[in-house]
C-alpha cells in the first residue's frame, strides 16, 4: 500500500540551513509535494517536482529526488524563525483521481 | 479572490449531534477533498469529489457523508457525532485530479 514517512522534529539554528526527509513506499508516484502549515492554518503548498526530475531549485528552497531509493528531501537554505512550521510531504500518481497521500509531517523549530 | 474556505472555523458539539462543515471554493475547481488531521495521524482523506454529483469514499469515510450539487460546494457531515471525530478538518480543492490542491483554513472541531 501507499506509505509516506517523515521524522517528526527538527531543530536547527536561526541561518543554518535545515533539511527535511521523507521517504515512500509507491514507485508508482509521478509527483512529490512539499506543504508547510503555520500554527492555526491551513496547509501551504511550498513547492513540487515530477518524478522524472532529480532537483528543483525555487530561491532558498532546494528539493532533490532519489527516486530508486524512493527518497525526497527539502532543503531551506540560511533558516529563519518564520521558517518555523510543520512541514508535509505528499505524494500523488497521476491515475488515482487526484488522491495525495501526506506524510505525518516534521515540526521544525528555528532557534534564534 | 476569495479561493477557498471553510465554515465554521471553530465548533463545539455533543456527542449525537449531527454538524455539517461547510466548505466553498471560488476557482470553479473540478476535485474537492475533505481530510482530517489528528495528532500522530496526519492528513487522511475522508472523501472526495471529481465533480458536481460525484463523490467517492477515501481512507476514513466511516460516520461521514458528503453531497456535492453544485461544482463551488463540498459540504461534510457527522450525522451522529462522536468523540473520536474530534478534529481539525481541511477542505482542498484542485483545477484536476492531477493538479495541485489548495488547502482552507481548517475547522476545529469538538466533540463533547
Known amino acids: 500500500g501507499e506509505d509516506v514517512e517523515q521524522s517528526l522534529f527538527l531543530s536547527v539554528r536561526e541561518g543554518d540551513s535545515s533539511v527535511i526527509n521523507c521517504t515512500y513506499t509507491?514507485?508508482?508516484?509521478?509527483?512529490l509535494y512539499w506543504y508547510k502549515q503555520e500554527p492555526g492554518a491551513g496547509l501551504q503548498l511550498l513547492t513540487y517536482?515530477?518524478?522524472?526530475?532529480d532537483m528543483k531549485q525555487d530561491q532558498r528552497l532546494t528539493v532533490l529526488l532519489n527516486k530508486k531509493d524512493k527518497h525526497l528531501s527539502l532543503r531551506i537554505a540560511d533558516t529563519q524563525t518564520g521558517d518555523s512550521a510543520i512541514y508535509f510531504c505528499?505524494?500523488?500518481?497521476?491515475?488515482?483521481?487526484?488522491?495525495?497521500?501526506f506524510g505525518d509531517g516534521t515540526t521544525l523549530t528555528v532557534k534564534p | 479572490d476569495a479561493g477557498i474556505t471553510q465554515s465554521p472555523r471553530y465548533k463545539i458539539t455533543e456527542t449525537g449531534r449531527q454538524v455539517t462543515l461547510m466548505c466553498h471554493q471560488t476557482?470553479?475547481?473540478?476535485?474537492m477533498f475533505w481530510y482530517r488531521q489528528d495528532l500522530g495521524h496526519g492528513l487522511r482523506l475522508i472523501y472526495y469529489?471529481?465533480?458536481?454529483?460525484?463523490?467517492d469514499k477515501g481512507e476514513v469515510p466511516d460516520g461521514y457523508v458528503v453531497s456535492r450539487s453544485k461544482t463551488e460546494n463540498f459540504p461534510l457531515t457527522l450525522e451522529s457525532a462522536t468523540r473520536s471525530q474530534t478534529s481539525v478538518y481541511f477542505c482542498?480543492?484542485?483545477?484536476?485530479?492531477?493538479?495541485?490542491?489548495?488547502f482552507g483554513p481548517g475547522t476545529r472541531l469538538t466533540v463533547l
Open positions: 482542498a480543492s484542485s483545477r484536476q485530479g492531477t493538479d495541485t490542491q489548495y
Open positions: 509507491d514507485s508508482s508516484s509521478t509527483y
Open positions: 517536482i515530477f518524478s522524472n526530475m
Open positions: 505528499a505524494e500523488k500518481r497521476g491515475t488515482n483521481a487526484g488522491k495525495s497521500t
Open positions: 476557482w470553479s475547481h473540478s476535485y
Open positions: 469529489s471529481a465533480a458536481a454529483d460525484i463523490t
